[in-house]
């Protein structure tokens, strides 16, 4: 029997979701191999029976929990899918401003019709088995991990920075163009995606394990920026993290 | 006299979450209700603080879906208010861009999310044992367009090189040609297309509304132009606000809109209404076979003029990549002199314009952030589409009914994540 496999969102663009339907010809391997049973974007077919859930999105409100540890029980393998579920993303941006304040500044006077508090990558709510990082996630590491999965292995993900992948892409080092880069403590996966478009890594992918972020802060300093203004280039998607406080 | 309940929480095949209400008793309509109730993600609040090269990376990040639109529409913005004007070649490239973007989301909305109803199927998954004819040609349609997004933009979902006042790394000749020719390769997947919608029998409603789009002299509009509508004429881009009216309702995370009437559309349809002389000639005959003349008030042509669209996008992707091969491209000075100042931006996205302004101080930071979304423009429409569909089919099947509905809102291709993060916000 095919593995049933579902696919959820909470706060995000659904765009790691587009990712999956932009496998293009792959996807019909991909419909072969596994039973999609519950993928709102794309299905109206839908069963709560499945043994592998991928969930894009951070958990920004209270009643997000109970519905993402219901997936959580149902699931066998839970695979955070996408940098607002591994890291929590941009979302994690208004946790650095009051949250009345931001409720306001976008609901005005209607500001308590809106629940909020501050945005979590879904670890902080139930155990992750295996991470797709990523903003948006590449679709051949979605892949990679979903044969890992099918074949009863343990995906492999890199514990080494972009940097890796980037000089092996032959890039110039962006810091060179003057911009300011975090690709030396990212994990790397994505083929320094860009900074081979010769743009900044953000960090989207989180950090890799035991990162010397305080080298880097001072290798941001160092190129012009203040100690503020360091602290402010992993918020953009590693507001979550200590590195960002 | 019989009693109908109709609740349809979170309706698929769209992007976000929505929720379909509807009460009828003893033959009287009690509740018929769109609800829009997606998390608030708050992008207005958050870019406030940023530098002016990092905020249309993060508002990308509004929709995956139409993250290409929201990237340009927030540099158009940042730009204004740099007072920086574009170089034609970047303009050009965006332009290219646009369509690319254009063409991948309408072959995703026509082929996977709303033709499985008009074949009486629950999603594309049943088609590929039934029918796989059609969702290869769908997925080698698809593909195509993001390798065109891929080859301009870096990056399909979430573009990379797209940035203010130009682009950070420029498209490769090589690929630009390979791709103007698979895009010319194209047509016997544009005629199969065209062939199969044809045989799709659409819904026979018509309720005229206001339709309010992009409009240019040069071209059918999407990257630049006025705003104009069928109801008001045009005004510039910077009149959004007096145009747009946002208000809140409270069954909805997302804001609603009127201009001339209680509601709007935007999109495929409105463009068309607003537009249809400027298609590409190709585009005009695909859009007669499909039995489409301008003005349409059928909501539910909306998926059929994005077919008409994405023919309209090979044309209009072909003629834009000759001029860029006949210019052939250089690499340009990006420098930005910094200013404080405000700005807005308006660009016709797939499903409809979409307008970000911003303000920034003298060192580049943003300061005051809007985003208005083409979905939000349309919530209020659909509410009115729905209340002028039930009585027209309250004697049908409960399923029916519902499916109806479901149909309707599918057909205008909402994208309901894109809708949660606005407000008005007064610059001052």
Not at chain 2, 319 to 345: M, N, P, Q, S, Y
Request: proline letters at 5%; a neutral charge.
């Amino acid at each position: 029997m095919k593995p049933k496999i579902a696919f959820f969102d909470f706060a995000c663009c659904e765009g790691c979701q587009l990712q999956v339907v932009n496998l293009e010809v792959e996807m019909v391997d991909l419909l072969g191999a596994v039973d999609i049973v519950q993928f709102r974007e794309a299905m109206t077919e839908k069963s709560d029976d499945y043994a592998i859930a991928f969930v894009e999105g951070s958990i920004t409100r209270e009643k997000d929990i109970p519905r993402l540890k219901k997936i959580r029980e149902q699931a066998t393998i839970l695979v955070a899918l996408g940098a607002c579920a591994t890291i929590g993303g941009v979302n994690c941006l208004k946790n650095f401003q009051p949250a009345d304040e931001v409720r306001k500044y976008v609901y005005g006077d209607k500001a308590d019709w809106y629940e909020t508090f501050a945005a979590r990558p879904i670890d902080a709510v139930v155990p992750v088995d295996y991470y797709i990082h990523g903003c948006p996630m590449h679709k051949e590491e979605f892949l990679k991990v979903v044969k890992s999965l099918l074949l009863g292995k343990k995906p492999e993900i890199p514990t080494y920075p972009v940097c890796v992948e980037c000089k092996r892409a032959g890039n110039v080092c962006v810091f060179e163009l003057g911009m300011k880069c975090l690709g030396p403590v990212t994990r790397a996966g994505c083929g320094a995606w860009c900074p081979t478009y010769r743009d900044n890594c953000v960090g989207c992918r989180g950090l890799i394990p035991d990162p010397n972020t305080n080298a880097e802060k001072e290798v941001l300093k160092k190129n012009g920026l203040t100690v503020e203004q360091a602290i402010g280039q992993f918020r953009i998607f590693l507001g979550y993290s200590e590195v960002a406080k | 006299m019989r009693n109908i309940n109709i609740r349809v929480d979170h309706i698929t095949r769209v992007e976000g979450h929505g929720d379909i209400v509807v009460n009828v008793k003893e033959g009287k309509i009690e509740e018929c209700r769109w609800e829009v109730v997606e998390a608030p993600r708050f992008f207005e609040a958050f870019v406030r603080g940023r530098n002016y090269t990092e905020v249309a990376h993060i508002t990308s990040r509004i929709c995956g879906i139409c993250s290409i639109g929201h990237t340009l529409c927030s540099l158009q913005a940042t730009e204004s208010a740099l007072g920086i004007k574009v170089s034609e070649q970047t303009r050009l490239l965006r332009r290219i861009l646009i369509q690319g973007e254009n063409l991948q989301s309408h072959v995703l909305h026509t082929y996977f999310l709303a033709a499985p109803d008009f074949v009486g199927v629950p999603s594309v998954v049943p088609l590929v044992q039934t029918h796989p004819d059609v969702v290869l040609r769908a997925l080698r349609m698809k593909k195509l367009a993001n390798d065109l997004c891929d080859v301009f933009g870096g990056r399909t979902v979430h573009p990379i090189t797209p940035t203010v006042n130009g682009f950070t790394k420029l498209p490769e000749i090589k690929a630009i040609k390979e791709i103007r020719k698979r895009l010319s390769d194209a047509t016997p997947d544009l005629v199969a297309t065209l062939e199969l919608f044809k045989t799709l029998k659409i819904p026979k409603f018509e309720r005229e509304t206001e339709y309010i789009s992009l409009k240019s002299k040069e071209e059918y509009a999407l990257y630049d132009g006025m705003i104009a509508s069928t109801d008001a004429g045009t005004t510039p881009v910077e009149n959004y606000r007096s145009w747009t009216n946002e208000y809140l309702v409270p069954h909805s995370t997302a804001k609603y809109t009127k201009h001339v009437r209680d509601s709007y559309m935007v999109g495929a349809l409105a463009r068309f209404n607003n537009n249809y002389d400027q298609l590409s000639p190709r585009a005009k005959k695909v859009a007669a076979e499909l039995g489409l003349k301008a003005p349409c008030y059928n909501p539910f042509m909306n998926s059929v003029v994005q077919v008409v669209e994405a023919v309209h996008a090979v044309d209009e992707s072909i003629r834009l990549i000759d001029e860029v091969l006949d210019k052939g491209l250089k690499e340009e000075d990006r420098r930005v002199l910094l200013k404080a100042g405000k700005g807005v931006g308006a660009v016709d996205v797939p499903r409809g314009i979409l307008f970000h302004e911003y303000a920034y101080d003298k060192n580049g930071v943003c300061t005051e952030a809007n985003c208005i979304i083409p979905t939000n423009q349309n919530h209020a429409n659909i509410q009115k589409d729905m209340e002028a569909l039930l009585p027209q089919i309250l004697d049908r099947p409960q399923d029916e009914i519902r499916l109806s509905f479901e149909m309707l809102v599918r057909a205008y291709d909402p994208c309901i994540s894109c809708s949660t993060h606005l407000l008005k916000v007064e610059f001052v």
